[in-house]
């Protein structure tokens, strides 16, 4: 394999390895805030149901990624 096919599988990793951490420090806020509503800090049902799917799709997203 040439030293630039490396490098760019490397940079593809990288990429990805960013995007991976990227959503899934995005799952952990959403989880956090819904957590934090759901113990009667403003409970807001409609808040809840979009951090609920928010949370579904960050879940996906972070299982597509890896």
Known sequence: ???TALQQAFDTCQN???AWLQR???LAA???EY???LS????NVSRLDE???IIE???WQVNQAA
């Open 1 to 3: 394999m040439e030293s």
């Open 16 to 18: 990805n390895k960013a």
């Open 24 to 26: 899934k420090n995005e």
């Open 30 to 32: 959403a989880e956090q």
């Open 35 to 37: 957590l934090r509503l």
């Open 40 to 43: 009667g800090e403003g409970r």
């Open 51 to 53: 951090l609920r799917n």
């Open 57 to 59: 799709v960050r879940k």
